[in-house]
């Protein structure tokens, strides 16, 4: 019988953290109704899951749901993980997906992780970001990208792509890049972490694993199709920066 674990690596990273994210009315609505996303979906239930594609020496890593109300980029990941599935043996890399970092948070369709801004704790011991941040360390990653949304009236409130100049040059210019293939504006600072503590791309940055947070509009709890497309957009110009498609 064919199965997803002997054609894509898993493994469960926290189970304290699973969560029905098919709850997630707006989620659910569009998602495809597949094997796979089924797959991905039960797996979401025992906790936050990594899954893992290809096998080559570059290593990626690509979060989403760190908000669980952020709903666009946790469908992206889905669509992006099921192209791949297809692609699995093309790859020119090895991809780690963590497409619902809280399914529990997605499944409330909440921002918080007991009462935690999950964005804001990664350098903090035994978090679930810390625990993100110490997964991409064991598994030697080249890059992490971290996607997320932003409703018109809070932080960002745009369209964009977080980066630094400083420690680690290439978020930058990796920064540039998905900005120049796409036209996401480039938001970027010259510190990591300079302007707030414990998101997940500053202390990976920090920590000399160059990373980015990408940003597309939409309400938070909802989506449109748009929504969606435009990060899956982004999901692919960061692999496209590396060659990997
Ligand atoms: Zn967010």
């Not at 304290?16 to 994210?21: K, N, P």
């Not at 977080?162 to 540039?176: N, R």
Request: hydrophobic share 40%; glycine share 8%.
């Amino acid at each position: 019988m064919f199965c997803f674990e002997d054609v894509i690596g898993s493994d469960i990273l926290f189970s304290d953290s699973g969560g029905f994210v098919s709850a997630n009315y707006y989620l659910f609505k569009h998602i495809p109704k597949t094997p796979f996303s089924r797959y991905i979906l039960g797996e979401a239930v025992k906790g936050t899951s990594i899954f893992k594609f290809g096998s080559g020496d570059l290593k990626l890593m690509l979060v989403s749901g760190v908000h669980g109300n952020e709903i666009p980029p946790q469908i992206a990941s889905l669509l992006l993980m099921e192209k791949l599935l297809n692609n699995n043996n093309n790859l020119n890399g090895t991809v780690y997906f963590i497409p619902f970092l809280s399914p529990k948070s997605t499944m409330q369709n909440v921002r918080w992780f007991n009462n935690n801004d999950l964005n804001r704790s990664s350098a903090i011991l035994g978090s679930l970001t810390n625990k993100v941040l110490r997964k991409a360390h064991e598994l030697n990653i080249d890059s992490l990208a971290d996607f997320h949304s932003t409703s018109i009236n809070s932080n960002p409130g745009r369209e964009g792509i977080f980066c630094s100049l400083k420690p680690l040059y290439e978020s930058y210019e990796i920064g540039t890049y998905i900005s120049k293939k796409i036209g996401s504006e480039v938001l970027s600072f010259d510190v990591a972490g300079s302007a707030f503590k414990g998101a997940l791309e500053d202390e990976c940055n920090l920590s000399n694993i160059p990373a980015v947070t990408c940003e597309v509009l939409s309400p938070h709890g909802y989506t449109k199709e748009e929504s969606y497309l435009r990060s899956l957009e982004q999901m692919e110009a960061f692999l496209s920066y590396f060659n990997v498609l």
